[in-house]
């Protein structure tokens, strides 16, 4: 590994390039010395060879061009709190950001990154989509669609060579029954995500959960994640209850009159409890948990402290810079999806500089093997899982306003990878790689 | 003579020794930048106490001494400066117009000028340090961050910590003339003395790469096993090469070790025990010592550089980083 490269090679190819094309304009000059028909024949394949020759030449001095395709959500999710409104470049911000991280270090290397996005409705078959983007020259795919959306992406890729990065899904299950081996999976799952609140409450010594789930199926996901970190580090949970969703607008002019009188009502009666554990992915309730429980208890899981990728108070092991060329880029914060799209980014970029290349069974394979880490500001390498390529992840603790933790929690340890205290392990996987 | 006579004599004539070594034992002054604190603290090397703490910017980190000594030099990246501390009077008595977020630098062998990794903008700049003049900009990789000047100080090294490259630039022309691959998050870039190798960590990768820096390849690369710690605590930062080139010293952060290495074969020989998380390292002059920032516990470990052992540690201010110590 290692040489010297860029600049330098770059301008012998120049040099090599001018060598070329004078000498072949010296050979053209003679043939004009030629009157016979057989002479003017001899010029004109001479010419095309010429020709054809200086086209090769001048492909050969381009930098080598890696094509991205992101394709992402139509819609955007409803929220209760207007601070967590998606932004309309959510995720691709990232990816673009990396984008450019990538082209400074192509320059040196003559790559060149460059990225089209697509947008795909809620339920929609992504089928077309795709296949438009791969007769453009696209191989590598960043998705931020559903688990089933995106299981039909790359069932279209099937036999072209494509390779997916999953940016967005959470869900367990891509990466254990319906996994697939052209399928990275930058984002973390429930089941991390889970684990990583779990150590942290458990070293809090805060054992006693009061499990608040939504009604929705990503809620009950969410919550059996839960449940199941609750039984492998020693949480206990006291009683389960539903929110059911019964519809309705989440801005009002009446405001929150009802709900501080509703949110006790429902969480009275529970028993002795130390945090009330929310499953709410669908934002429906969780957010109106904090400061209106019943009893005076924090709220952990999808309000108060919440486990993700990525936050935007994140500063720690040089994150600052990152955060700081995300709002000079895009002038809003960098949400946990830009993360996730940025990391699939940094790989492509990574592995393209390592292997030198852009082929896209080159760069898996890379990926794969154990060469692979990605720098992503998280204070230890990220590393792929290789039974189901899902990236290794530490995962944050955030309060909306700082970092409380970051899990893996000290003292939970792993024969391998602190890492693999996180989620679902290789013992326990249902991933068979196809 | 009797034998407790003898024992007697020995004791006597080594308390002696230990007389006559610590009256020789020079002192020297070390500095240490607080990065959380905002301060420097003033280290007597002899006495290996804090003798003095100086206020400073927002997050004080990479730090150095003119070689005129008359000045500490410390970037305080929080403020986007670097600032100077006369060493009479330890007091920040000016400031260096770096670009934002400084955070390593290096001067060159006539003192005259000073490079500096400006981490925001992928540039390095360039300053005269009499003028306090900023005299242009090159641009590097993606967060530049280590800065290595050849001995005959016509190449200087950057390391750019996203694009995961060593930038090897002409002084002269300020022009990029090479491009390293290293492993990824490269921090520090070190030459020996006599200039046949430059030694680059890469804290995400775990590995030190030894460059040949008149082929500009990578010629071998250290790697790290510390018995019953994971791999991913093995997170080599800081690098120190005695004058001979013989023994190098890499701080291995979180992994709380420093690593020396022979300097030929490029094995590692041992691993000494610091405090957490340390992260750079400064020689006292006749390389008796080696001083480490161990930015965890917020001390400095003080290793006999002969013995090869940490014979003392110093408490310092809130998570040291930094370490620059005087020529005189």
């Given at each position: 590994?290692?040489?010297?490269?860029?600049?330098?090679?770059?301008?012998?190819?120049?040099?090599?390039?001018?060598?070329a094309?004078?000498?072949?304009?010296?050979?053209f000059g003679?043939?004009?010395e030629?009157?016979?028909?057989?002479?003017?024949?001899?010029?004109?394949?001479?010419?095309?060879a010429l020709?054809?020759?200086?086209?090769?030449?001048?492909?050969?001095?381009?930098?080598?061009?890696?094509?991205?395709?992101?394709?992402?959500?139509?819609?955007?999710?409803?929220?209760?709190?207007l601070?967590?409104y998606?932004?309309?470049?959510?995720?691709?911000a990232?990816?673009r950001?990396?984008?450019?991280?990538?082209?400074?270090?192509?320059?040196?290397?003559?790559?060149?990154?460059?990225?089209?996005?697509?947008?795909?409705?809620?339920?929609?078959?992504?089928?077309?989509?795709?296949?438009r983007?791969?007769?453009?020259?696209?191989?590598?795919?960043?998705?931020?669609?559903?688990?089933d959306?995106?299981?039909?992406?790359?069932?279209a890729?099937?036999?072209?060579?494509l390779?997916?990065?999953?940016?967005?899904?959470?869900?367990?299950?891509?990466?254990e029954?319906?996994?697939?081996a052209?399928?990275?999976?930058?984002a973390?799952?429930?089941?991390?995500?889970?684990d990583?609140?779990?150590?942290?409450?458990v070293?809090?010594?805060?054992?006693?959960?009061?499990?608040?789930v939504?009604?929705?199926?990503?809620?009950?996901?969410?919550a059996?994640?839960?449940?199941?970190?609750?039984?492998?580090?020693?949480?206990?949970?006291?009683?389960?209850?539903?929110?059911?969703?019964?519809?309705?607008?989440?801005?009002?002019?009446?405001?929150?009159v009802q709900?501080q009188?509703?949110?006790p009502?429902?969480?009275q009666?529970a028993?002795?409890?130390?945090?009330?554990?929310a499953?709410?992915?669908?934002?429906?309730?969780?957010?109106?948990?904090?400061?209106?429980?019943?009893?005076p208890?924090?709220?952990?899981g999808?309000?108060?402290?919440?486990?993700?990728?990525w936050?935007?108070a994140?500063?720690?092991?040089?994150a600052n810079?990152?955060?700081?060329?995300?709002?000079?880029?895009?002038?809003?914060?960098?949400?946990?999806?830009?993360?996730?799209?940025?990391?699939?980014?940094?790989?492509i970029?990574?592995?393209?500089?390592?292997?030198?290349?852009?082929?896209?069974?080159t760069?898996?394979?890379?990926?794969?093997?154990p060469?692979?880490?990605l720098?992503?500001?998280?204070?230890?390498?990220?590393?792929?899982?290789?039974w189901?390529?899902?990236?290794?992840?530490?995962?944050?603790?955030?309060?909306?306003?700082?970092?409380?933790?970051?899990?893996?929690?000290?003292?939970?340890?792993?024969?391998f990878?602190?890492?693999?205290t996180?989620?679902?392990?290789?013992?326990?996987t249902?991933?068979?790689?196809? | 003579?009797?034998?407790?006579t003898?024992?007697?004599?020995r004791?006597i004539?080594?308390?002696?020794?230990?007389?006559?070594?610590?009256?020789?034992?020079?002192?020297?002054?070390?500095?240490?930048?607080?990065?959380k604190?905002?301060?420097?603290?003033?280290?007597?090397?002899?006495?290996?106490?804090?003798?003095?703490?100086i206020?400073v910017?927002?997050?004080p980190?990479?730090?150095?001494?003119?070689?005129?000594q008359?000045?500490?030099l410390?970037?305080?990246?929080d403020?986007?400066?670097?600032?100077?501390?006369?060493?009479?009077?330890?007091?920040?008595?000016?400031?260096?117009?770096s670009?934002p977020?400084?955070?390593?630098?290096?001067?060159?062998?006539?003192?005259?000028?000073?490079?500096?990794?400006?981490?925001?903008?992928?540039?390095?700049t360039?300053?005269?340090?009499?003028?306090?003049?900023?005299?242009?900009?090159v641009?590097?990789?993606?967060?530049?961050?280590?800065?290595?000047?050849?001995?005959?100080?016509?190449?200087?090294?950057?390391?750019?910590?996203?694009?995961n490259?060593a930038?090897f630039?002409d002084?002269?022309?300020?022009?990029?003339?090479?491009?390293?691959l290293?492993?990824?998050?490269?921090?520090?870039?070190?030459?020996?003395?006599d200039?046949?190798?430059?030694?680059?960590?890469?804290?995400?990768?775990?590995?030190v790469?030894?460059?040949?820096?008149?082929?500009?390849?990578?010629?071998?690369?250290?790697?790290?096993?510390?018995?019953?710690?994971?791999q991913?605590?093995?997170?080599?930062v800081g690098i120190?090469?005695?004058?001979d080139?013989?023994?190098g010293?890499?701080?291995?952060?979180?992994?709380?070790?420093?690593?020396?290495?022979?300097?030929?074969?490029?094995?590692?020989?041992?691993?000494?025990?610091?405090?957490q998380?340390?992260?750079?390292m400064?020689?006292?002059?006749d390389?008796?010592?080696?001083?480490?920032?161990?930015?965890?516990?917020?001390?400095?470990?003080?290793?006999?550089?002969?013995?090869?052992?940490?014979?003392?540690?110093?408490?310092?201010?809130?998570?040291?980083?930094?370490?620059?110590?005087?020529?005189r």
């Amino acid at each position: 590994m290692g040489g010297a490269l860029g600049l330098g090679t770059a301008s012998r190819d120049f040099a090599a390039l001018n060598r070329a094309t004078c000498s072949s304009h010296l050979a053209f000059g003679e043939m004009r010395e030629a009157t016979t028909w057989s002479g003017a024949l001899i010029r004109t394949v001479t010419t095309a060879a010429l020709v054809l020759l200086l086209t090769a030449m001048l492909a050969g001095a381009e930098p080598l061009t890696i094509k991205i395709g992101y394709v992402g959500r139509a819609e955007k999710k409803a929220t209760i709190s207007l601070l967590d409104y998606p932004p309309d470049n959510d995720g691709v911000a990232g990816a673009r950001l990396a984008l450019e991280d990538n082209n400074t270090t192509g320059k040196f290397l003559d790559q060149r990154f460059v990225m089209e996005e697509a947008r795909v409705k809620d339920g929609a078959d992504p089928t077309d989509t795709i296949l438009r983007l791969a007769d453009h020259g696209i191989s590598f795919f960043i998705v931020d669609l559903s688990a089933d959306m995106l299981l039909k992406a790359a069932e279209a890729g099937r036999g072209r060579g494509l390779v997916f990065f999953n940016a967005g899904a959470i869900d367990d299950r891509l990466r254990e029954e319906d996994c697939r081996a052209d399928v990275i999976h930058t984002a973390p799952t429930r089941s991390m995500l889970a684990d990583g609140l779990a150590q942290y409450l458990v070293f809090k010594r805060w054992l006693r959960w009061l499990l608040v789930v939504g009604s929705h199926d990503n809620d009950k996901l969410f919550a059996d994640a839960l449940r199941r970190a609750a039984g492998r580090f020693g949480a206990r949970i006291v009683e389960q209850r539903v929110f059911e969703d019964t519809g309705g607008a989440r801005r009002t002019d009446s405001g929150l009159v009802q709900i501080q009188r509703q949110i006790p009502l429902f969480l009275q009666g529970a028993p002795a409890h130390d945090v009330v554990v929310a499953a709410d992915e669908s934002e429906v309730f969780a957010s109106y948990l904090p400061y209106r429980t019943r009893d005076p208890r924090p709220v952990a899981g999808s309000a108060g402290l919440i486990p993700k990728s990525w936050d935007a108070a994140h500063d720690q092991w040089g994150a600052n810079q990152l955060q700081n060329r995300f709002m000079q880029s895009f002038s809003r914060r960098m949400t946990a999806l830009d993360m996730q799209a940025w990391s699939a980014a940094r790989m492509i970029g990574e592995a393209a500089t390592r292997v030198k290349s852009g082929d896209p069974h080159t760069i898996l394979a890379y990926l794969k093997g154990p060469d692979f880490g990605l720098a992503a500001f998280k204070g230890q390498k990220l590393t792929l899982r290789d039974w189901n390529l899902q990236l290794r992840q530490p995962i944050l603790l955030a309060d909306g306003r700082t970092i409380v933790s970051v899990s893996p929690q000290e003292g939970f340890l792993h024969q391998f990878s602190e890492l693999d205290t996180l989620g679902i392990d290789r013992p326990e996987t249902k991933c068979r790689l196809k | 003579m009797k034998p407790g006579t003898a024992m007697w004599l020995r004791t006597i004539g080594g308390i002696c020794v230990a007389f006559v070594l610590a009256g020789n034992a020079r002192a020297y002054k070390a500095y240490v930048s607080n990065e959380k604190s905002n301060t420097i603290s003033v280290i007597d090397t002899a006495e290996r106490k804090v003798v003095g703490t100086i206020k400073v910017g927002q997050r004080p980190r990479g730090i150095a001494i003119t070689r005129d000594q008359k000045y500490v030099l410390v970037a305080v990246g929080d403020d986007d400066t670097i600032q100077m501390i006369d060493t009479a009077s330890n007091r920040v008595v000016d400031t260096l117009p770096s670009g934002p977020d400084p955070e390593l630098f290096t001067d060159d062998p006539s003192g005259r000028l000073l490079y500096v990794a400006n981490e925001n903008d992928n540039t390095v700049t360039i300053i005269d340090i009499e003028r306090r003049a900023r005299l242009g900009d090159v641009e590097v990789g993606v967060e530049p961050e280590g800065m290595g000047l050849s001995p005959d100080g016509k190449i200087l090294v950057n390391t750019s910590e996203t694009t995961n490259m060593a930038h090897f630039i002409d002084t002269a022309t300020h022009q990029i003339v090479a491009n390293i691959l290293v492993d990824a998050r490269p921090r520090f870039a070190q030459f020996k003395d006599d200039g046949s190798e430059l030694w680059v960590s890469s804290e995400i990768g775990g590995t030190v790469s030894v460059i040949d820096p008149l082929k500009r390849v990578v010629k071998n690369k250290i790697s790290f096993t510390v018995p019953g710690m994971r791999q991913e605590a093995i997170q080599p930062v800081g690098i120190a090469i005695t004058h001979d080139g013989k023994t190098g010293f890499v701080a291995l952060g979180p992994a709380n070790r420093i690593a020396v290495i022979d300097g030929t074969s490029h094995q590692v020989q041992k691993f000494l025990l610091v405090g957490q998380r340390v992260w750079h390292m400064a020689f006292t002059p006749d390389e008796k010592y080696l001083l480490t920032t161990n930015g965890v516990s917020n001390d400095v470990s003080v290793i006999d550089v002969a013995a090869l052992k940490v014979i003392d540690t110093i408490q310092v201010g809130e998570l040291p980083w930094g370490v620059a110590i005087s020529q005189r």
